[in-house]
């Protein structure tokens, strides 16, 4: 039955028992995932004949679906929700809630009720310490940033950034001798994997070097990591050099091959060149064979209808998909989309982030009535993949920065602000589908 019509066609005395109880708390939260006004309404109706336990987890589940939605009510949902107990999705979601509504009590409050081992995230620990701090709690505030900062991730740049402290690059590692390289390279494990990838076998290279890769310490990591970029293994040089505990090497760990394309095609086209590294490492880790479960393909992951618009808006005739297997072609059609979303949005690189993960569409769409912090925005990203991306690439462009230009800029004001929402979600011209999931 459908949710909605459940809960109008109700008989009066629904509530006499348990189950009839708990099926009107099952069609709420049904309707909430798609209407959560709608399932407000019933509620509303119905409520007067709940008990209070009931009507929290009503209102909390709500809450939850208006908070994933970005509804300005979502807030004030959570608020009447008390404290029903609720899911770490839920728990997460009302946080975010209560950020785009800038109620900074809230905040504290919702992450001070999460589980201890959810509330320890450097997540929410940051914004924990933002609330502290804009509550007047100074020193509470410093220590919470202090158990987060020091790492090349978003939320623990903006905490050094709280802090007074730019992002810098760790010491680099004493260079490898050339006995550790031999030493690494005659590793069985290293000798299966590089023999697979010669075979073109690269899911079983992979598999057999990241099982290499286990319980190693940071010498044999770094030497492993140079072995892969010497021969052009790109994503197995970063895996390696990720993996490092107390040495590391950040121009392995965030490598930037192919520079004779990418930097005169982002200089070309007016782009910052740390962005368009920290993007493609996200995107593809430097593989050119790079192919994504959606069809998204090469360096910058690009849909094939992508590259068809913008091969069509250069005016370059006979476009088939076989392009973007070319690095070259691929950079070119990949540099000129983080243009052209760029420019239709606001020419702000956290909405065209969103954008080529997710689409320009709903980049637009997850703005707010009111200009919002660059991390709010951010952190309420409704899809989880692509929340997890704009970080991961604005964190990324913070480090390439660093590394191309000798010093970071500051996270937190290429973040910046966004601008209001204006009601519409065009721009682009085209409902182009952007790299990565596709546009509606």
């Known amino acids: 039955t459908n949710p909605s019509t459940y809960l109008d066609r109700l008989p009066a005395n629904f509530a006499a028992s348990r189950q009839g109880r708990e099926l009107v708390l099952i069609a709420i939260a049904h309707l909430a995932r798609d209407d959560p006004q709608g399932a407000y309404i019933r509620y509303l109706g119905l409520n007067d004949r709940l008990s209070a336990a009931d009507r929290s987890y009503a209102l909390g589940q709500i809450a939850w679906q208006a908070a994933a939605k970005l509804m300005p009510d979502a807030n004030a949902w959570f ?12 728990a997460a979601w009302r946080v975010r809630a209560a950020l785009r509504a800038g109620d900074w009590k809230t905040v504290k409050a919702a992450v001070e009720a999460m589980p201890a081992e959810l509330r320890n995230q450097p997540d929410w620990t940051y914004w924990l310490g933002r609330a502290e701090a804009a509550l007047g709690n100074r020193e509470v505030s410093r220590k919470a940033f202090e158990r987060i900062a020091g790492h090349p991730t978003f939320y623990s740049i903006l905490a050094d950034e709280e802090l007074g402290r730019t992002f810098t690059l760790p010491k680099k590692a004493r260079a490898i001798s050339a006995d550790e390289l031999e030493q690494t390279r005659q ?4 000798q299966r994997a590089l023999a697979l990838f010669r075979l073109d076998m690269r899911t079983e290279a992979a598999r057999e070097w990241n099982w290499t890769m286990r319980n190693q310490d940071d010498r ?21 050099a990720d ?4 040495e590391h090497d950040y121009s392995l760990r965030y490598l930037a091959p192919y520079r004779d394309r990418i930097e005169p095609n982002a200089r070309q086209r007016d782009l910052d060149t740390g962005w368009v590294y920290g993007l493609m490492r996200q995107e593809s880790r430097f593989v050119t064979a790079a192919r994504s479960g959606v069809g998204a393909q090469g360096l910058m992951q690009i849909m094939p209808a992508t590259g068809q618009w913008v091969a069509g808006k250069l005016g370059m005739k006979g476009y088939n998909v076989g392009w973007l297997q070319d690095p070259d072609t691929n950079v070119m059609l990949g540099t000129t989309y983080m243009r052209m979303v760029l420019e239709g949005l606001d020419n702000h690189p956290v909405l065209a982030s969103a954008a080529y993960n997710a689409g320009p569409g709903r980049a637009k769409r997850w703005k707010d009535v009111k200009p919002l912090e660059g991390a709010i925005y951010a952190e309420s990203i409704p899809f989880g993949e692509t929340r997890d991306y704009v970080k991961k690439v604005m964190a990324n462009s913070i480090v390439y920065t660093a ?26 011209g085209s409902p182009a589908p952007g790299a990565g999931l596709g546009d509606e």
Request: proline share 4%.
């Open 187 to 190: 590793a069985p494990g290293i």
């Open 220 to 240: 044999f990591l770094i030497a492993a990591a140079q072995l892969a970029q010497q021969l052009g293994v790109y994503d197995r040089a970063i895996n390696a």
């Open 243 to 246: 993996r490092t505990r107390s």
């Open 403 to 428: 590394l191309l230009d000798g010093r970071a800029p500051s996270l937190k004001a290429r973040l910046g602000t966004i601008s209001a929402s204006d009601g519409s979600t065009t721009g682009l």
């Open 79 to 90: 608020k009447a929700a008390g404290d029903t107990p609720m899911s770490e999705e839920q």
